[in-house]
Structure formats: structure tokens, C-alpha cells
């Protein structure tokens, strides 16, 4: 397909979301920025130019998810790129004081969530015969974290999702793909810093590159897996944890 390029991407106002929306756009990309936080959302598409849309959009549910992707398909004509970011955090509490209602309310959010938004942007690209898609996962997805549970089944959940619907649609021009951050210096993390959720230092300590990455690194990795420089990638997760999952030693990695 000729003409402009466009990017769907979910939880886009803040952290990776809105590093990832940065990224498509400044490779020429109309930007489609999906997110709760609508106001804010609209103030980033502001920022990115006349080729952006700011939509609200609460991926855990089915109507604003179908809403979201055809006013997408009406403003722009056309998906080809499609970043599932949308997420919460997971409440750092023992599992005998973890609530089914939480548990659920965060499986349904990443991994409901990422299925739906797939699933509608699939039937937009299904008939062009291309298409990419790039689901967030975790090293909570492919490590063990004590009393991420949640968390951790949800971005699980998404590697097994991506390898599926990679298999599926592969004979149909539509790449899927996941990547597997490890700890980013976003306003979430901080924020779980200041309440005392995790400690910084410690954590950088068990990283074999010794800091935490920055948003712009994560897109990166996601523009790549959406580019034509992954033309024969799909179905693959890609890790870009500094090391985080490779590393099996004792003590300190860094």
C-alpha cells in the first residue's frame, strides 16, 4: 500500500507509550494516541502535528476499543502498525492478601486488553494484506517476580497471545511480535520508588548493565520489530531488560 504509514498505539499520553508515539512519528508515521487520560492525551497529539489523533480510550472495554480503531480507520483510511502499551501495575503485596478482583482487573486490562485491540486491528489489516503488531510484555513474563502474580500470568499471557496470532496470520502479511522490558525510568516506577515498592539501587545492583533503561530505548525496539528491518521476525520476544533475564549468577550483576 502507498502513502503515509499509521501507528495505533495504546497508553500513549506517558512513559514508552508516548516515547513509542514519538518515534513513529518522527519516521513519518500518522499517530493514533489512545489512552485514559484523554486531556493529556490531547496535548501530546498537539505536540506531534496535524498527522496525530488523541482518542480516549479504556482498553478493558469492548465498546470503546471497537469506538477507538474505527475512528481511527475514518480519520486515516488505513492501520498499519499496532502497539499494545496499555497497562497498570500489580499492587506489591503477599499473595495471601492478593483479592480476585484485582488479580482479574489486571489480567483483563494487559492481557484483554491487548486481544481486543489485536483482534479489531486484524480485521483492518487482514483484508490490506499487511500489517504489524507489537504487544508489551515483561521480564515478569519470562522471569519469576515474589507477589506479581497478576502482573506477571498478564504478560505471560501476552507472549503465548503473540505466538498464536503470529502463526495465524503470517500467511496473511501481518507480523506479530512482543518485547520484554525490564525496569524503565518511567513516572510509574518512580512512583513505585516513593512509596516504597521497590528499591532503585538494589534493582540496578541485579541488572548487568547497571541502570535502568530509558523509554526511548523500549521504542526503538518496538519501531524495529514494526519496520521492514524485521520483515522475517514475528512470533518472537524480544528482551530489552540490560541483561536482566540472562543473568544467573549469585550476587550483584553489574
Known amino acids: 500500500m502507498d502513502g503515509q504509514q499509521v501507528a495505533l498505539i495504546t497508553g500513549a499520553a506517558a512513559g514508552i507509550g508516548w516515547a513509542t508515539a514519538q518515534r513513529f512519528a ?14 493529556v492525551a490531547q496535548e501530546r497529539a498537539a505536540q506531534l502535528g496535524a498527522d496525530s489523533l488523541a482518542l480516549r480510550c479504556d482498553v478493558s472495554s469492548e465498546e470503546e476499543v471497537k469506538g477507538a480503531v474505527a475512528a ?12 499494545n502499551n496499555a497497562g ?3 499492587p506489591h503485596v503477599p499473595t495471601v492478601e492478593q483479592s480476585l478482583e484485582s488479580f482479574e482487573r489486571i489480567l483483563h486490562i494487559h492481557l484483554s486488553g491487548a486481544f481486543m485491540i ?36 498478564a504478560k505471560a499471557g501476552l507472549i503465548a497471545m503473540t505466538r498464536s496470532m503470529a502463526c495465524e496470520w503470517a500467511g496473511h502479511g501481518i507480523r506479530v511480535n512482543a518485547v520484554a522490558p525490564g525496569f524503565v525510568a518511567t513516572e510509574l516506577v518512580r512512583k513505585l520508588e516513593s512509596d516504597g515498592s521497590i528499591n532503585i539501587p538494589r ?13 526511548e530505548e ?10 521492514p528491518a524485521a520483515s522475517y521476525v514475528t512470533g518472537s520476544v524480544l528482551s530489552v531488560d540490560g541483561g536482566w533475564a540472562a543473568f544467573g549468577d549469585a550476587g550483584p550483576a553489574s
Do not use: K, W
Not at 523500549?218 to 519496520?227: H, K, M, P, T
Open 118 to 153: 489485536s483482534r479489531e486491528a486484524a480485521r483492518v489489516m487482514l483484508p490490506a494484506g499487511q500489517g504489524a503488531i507489537v504487544n508489551l510484555s515483561s521480564i515478569a513474563g519470562v522471569t519469576g517476580l515474589p507477589r506479581r502474580n497478576a502482573y506477571g500470568a
Open 88 to 90: 497498570i501495575g500489580n
Open 203 to 215: 534493582i540496578e545492583s541485579r541488572i548487568p548493565l547497571g541502570r535502568l533503561a530509558r523509554p
Open 26 to 39: 518522527a519516521a513519518g508515521y500518522a499517530v493514533a494516541i489512545l489512552d485514559l487520560q484523554h486531556e
Open 72 to 83: 481511527v480507520l475514518e480519520r486515516f483510511g488505513r492501520l498499519d502498525a499496532v502497539v
Open 218 to 227: 523500549i521504542a526503538e525496539a518496538i519501531f524495529f520489530l514494526c519496520s
